[in-house]
């Protein structure tokens, strides 16, 4: 999951208690790019995951594999199964399989059709739960954070501030994962509760989809 940028203006008042909230600035750390706070090029060559993030309609359970950086999996609350597949391990273009087990569709499609209907999906965000945000940002690494919750592995916490809103990430650099974010008021939205360093079977990157409508997406966008 991605740290979502807020559209809206934030106060004067609320601005400030954005400064207030807990989490203590190392002493004269500088602002960071974001390739330097969250390396992505050490990942471990299999990694699984159970996911818990809040977001506006309540929350939800993600299950994630990564297969080297060719393939993915992540399932989301039992019902929706994404499949990311690519050619070259650091190449931008990806193909998307999206199977709905309720409506029972199967869905194709690419990076450049989602780009071309406004969906500004990278293999970073689905991949490493982040996303450079757009705009302008700011991180900085921080020495400790007052939570009562405690993240499943060690990480390192850092604030991004982006678009008037504050998040807090542990990020682990030797899972290349956000393991827990807290919002603007230090609650969870996102945490992992569970992971390990399986190997996935190829069957699991080609999940059944006997008697789903297949539409090809991409094929479709591209003939507009």
């Not at 990942?43 to 393939?71: K, M, N, Q, S």
């Not at 039992?78 to 597949?85: F, K, P, Q, S, Y």
């Not at 230090?186 to 509760?193: A, N």
């Amino acid at each position: 999951m991605p740290v979502r940028s807020a559209s809206k203006r934030v106060a004067p008042v609320a601005a400030m208690a954005f400064a207030m909230l807990p989490g203590t600035v190392i002493a004269g750390a500088a602002p960071m790019a974001f390739e330097r706070a969250f390396p992505t090029t050490a990942a471990p060559a299999h990694f699984h995951a159970r996911i818990a993030y809040r977001g506006r309609d309540g929350v939800h359970r993600i299950e994630l594999w990564r297969d080297g950086a060719t393939r993915l999996r992540r399932d989301t609350d039992a019902r929706l199964i994404t499949v990311a597949t690519r050619r070259q391990p650091r190449g931008a273009d990806f193909r998307l399989d999206l199977l709905d087990r309720r409506r029972r569709l199967h869905t194709i499609i690419d990076r450049t059709s989602l780009y071309q209907v406004g969906r500004f999906t990278d293999w970073n965000d689905l991949a490493f739960g982040m996303r450079r945000p757009a705009g302008r940002y700011r991180i900085t690494a921080l020495a400790r954070v007052d939570t009562p919750v405690t993240a499943v592995a060690p990480c390192r916490w850092f604030a991004l501030e982006s678009e008037g809103r504050r998040t807090r990430i542990c990020w682990s650099d030797e899972q290349a994962f956000p393991l827990l974010m807290l919002d603007d008021h230090g609650r969870p939205v996102w945490r992992v509760t569970a992971l390990d360093r399986a190997v996935p079977t190829p069957a699991l990157f080609h999940p059944a989809d006997t008697g789903y409508v297949r539409p090809d997406a991409a094929a479709d966008i591209a003939g507009d």
